[in-house]
């Protein structure tokens, strides 16, 4: 995708092919993270234990439902703007900058700790792909405005569990999945 070489031979209309080439290059890591937290989403959702299992194993699948929804508005944006919109394992493990969800069966709250930081890594990175594309492609840009709103929304459900009554977050000043895990989770610092 480095190549000076435009990625797609036809795009939406109004768009340069060198712009809607570096739009998909954009979505498709988006696309790959959207994916990715899907399946992290259902592995939390099978791994939990603990007083809090009913709750949170319940809360993920919806999650789950949206969150799949978005990859494929995304995977479909890449096609409308000419491009290859890659769906394989293979592609995803290649192409991410980010680690593999390192927490196994674990507590419920633990595994929230853990998915507080996945959350605000892909957000970060939503944000800030919002910015990049909306000089370039306000349609995608709505479409990533959308997703994050949702994406917040999810979180928020994530933190209401990790908040005190005095508003703190115990995975604040994590920087890792396990460091949030450890200090959300019933050993952890509370
Ligand atoms: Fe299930």
């Known amino acids: 995708m480095t190549s000076s070489q435009p990625a797609v031979k036809y795009t939406v209309p109004g768009l340069e092919l060198e712009?809607?080439?570096k739009v998909v290059e954009l979505l498709r890591v988006r696309l790959h993270a959207l994916n990715d937290l899907s399946?992290?989403?259902?592995h939390i959702h099978w791994n939990v234990v603990?007083?809090?299992?009913?709750a949170v194993h319940e809360m993920l699948d919806p999650q789950v439902d949206r969150v799949r929804e978005m990859a494929d508005d995304v995977a479909e944006r890449i096609s409308a703007l000419g491009g290859v919109p890659a769906g394989t394992p293979g592609a995803l493990v290649a192409e991410r900058?980010?680690?593999?969800?390192?927490?196994?069966r674990a507590d419920a709250i633990a595994h929230l700790g853990a998915l507080d930081l996945?959350?605000?890594?892909l957000i970060e990175e939503h944000r800030r792909v919002r910015a990049e594309v909306a000089e370039i492609d306000p349609?995608?840009?709505?479409?990533?405005?959308?997703?994050?709103?949702?994406?917040?929304?999810?979180?928020?459900?994530?933190?209401?569990?990790l908040?005190?009554?005095g508003g703190s977050l115990s995975t604040a000043g994590a920087h890792t999945e396990r460091q949030a895990a450890?200090?959300?989770?019933?050993?952890?610092?509370?």
């Open 19 to 21: 712009e809607g080439s």
């Open 39 to 42: 399946l992290t989403l259902k």
């Open 50 to 54: 603990g007083p809090h299992f009913i």
């Open 97 to 104: 900058t980010w680690d593999d969800y390192d927490v196994g």
């Open 118 to 121: 996945v959350y605000t890594g």
């Open 139 to 161: 349609m995608t840009e709505d479409l990533i405005i959308e997703q994050v709103r949702d994406l917040e929304q999810f979180q928020w459900f994530v933190r209401a569990h």
């Open 163 to 165: 908040e005190s009554a």
């Open 182 to 190: 450890e200090s959300a989770g019933p050993d952890g610092g509370r």
